[in-house]
């Protein structure tokens, strides 16, 4: 049985890999702890990016209520947010998928139509993968992405007095599993990467750091305090209609960017119709502190394994995606 948080296992794998390996040599830039490892290939103008998701029956979908196809652009849909946060363009992704006796053809075919409609739109040809057998339907997606040499956005970048935002409205996606229909449901169901986004991010606003919010902006940010070593102060983010203060801060699964900027950055109010808005700032003190309107916000979102009992370690909250 696992005895700790999925926080602690990752930094004890972290470390671990650190100890062992010759990353710097082999020219890996950024291992484990960012949304995508950066690799930096010698004598090029790019660094490659790459990141990978898994995608459970019963984690992350149910049948009863997500389509194949739903589940198939979802898949996808993961890896690129992570692409998408580091400021990225796609370039190819893999797909290893394995399926239960009860996947007919037309499930597969409904799940590869998701998966490649968004590939497509996406630039992210699909290049490889696995099929097998198992128990209940899992997947896990590679995805491979690109950024100009040393320029992809980082969790560690954050600055003492930079400025917090968020793109778009949270809470929709964890409105939308007890919704039975509209946007908030659409949105949980096939979540859109913020791939223009992530450049104009990184292009124009010259983020100083930047990481997609998947499980939850009290957790998300948690993590982006600790790689920066700073603390946070924040007020209430923008909440979807209809979604609670709650589902806003700790939900998960929204995709939106949460990002920083030095504080004399021009933030335009909304890109293509996606509103940036601006919640809170960095500052000196404990990593990983959060304050909302002043009180300390315990990082409740979303972790597959076990929370852990020490100070700021998220805490578990019961999910069915």
Not at 191 to 199: F, M, N, Q, S
Not at 256 to 264: D, I, K, M, S
Not at 281 to 310: C, F, I, Q, Y
């Amino acid at each position: 049985m696992v005895k700790s948080s999925e926080v602690k296992w990752i930094e004890r794998i972290r470390k671990r890999a650190g100890e062992a390996g010759t990353a710097r040599q082999n020219g890996l830039v950024v291992g484990i702890g960012d949304d995508c490892a950066i690799f930096r290939p010698p004598g090029g103008s790019e660094d490659l990016l790459f990141t990978t998701d898994l995608l459970i029956e019963g984690v992350h979908f149910r049948r009863e209520t997500h389509g194949a196809q739903d589940v198939g652009w979802k898949a996808l849909a993961r890896g690129l947010s992570d692409i998408a946060a580091m400021g990225g363009e796609p370039r190819f992704c893999l797909l290893s998928l394995a399926l239960p006796e009860w996947a007919d053809a037309r499930w597969i075919d409904g799940f590869y139509t998701g998966f490649l409609r968004l590939a497509g739109r996406a630039g992210a040809p699909l290049a490889g993968g696995d099929l097998a057998r198992a128990a209940r339907a899992m997947c896990d997606v590679v995805v491979c992405g690109a950024a100009p040499r040393g320029k992809a956005l980082r969790r560690d970048g954050a600055r003492a007095g930079d400025a917090i935002y968020v793109s778009g409205a949270l809470g929709g996606s964890a409105l939308g599993l007890s919704s039975a229909r509209g946007e908030a449901r659409r949105r949980h169901l096939r979540p859109e990467p913020r791939l223009a986004l992530g450049r104009f991010l990184r292009e124009r606003l010259r983020a100083t750091a930047a990481m997609d919010l998947s499980d939850g902006l009290s957790l998300d940010l948690w993590r982006l305090g600790r790689e920066s070593k700073l603390s946070a102060r924040i007020e209430p983010p923008p909440i979807f209609r209809g979604a609670t203060l709650d589902q806003a801060l700790h939900g998960g699964e929204d995709y939106e960017l949460l990002f920083t900027v030095a504080p004399r950055t021009r933030v335009p109010t909304d890109f293509e119709g996606l509103a940036l808005t601006r919640i809170g700032a960095m500052e000196p003190g404990t990593p990983g502190l959060v304050k909302l309107n002043g009180r300390p916000l315990p990082a409740l979102g979303w972790d597959h394994l076990r929370a852990g009992s020490g100070q700021g370690a998220p805490a578990p909250r019961r999910r069915v995606r």
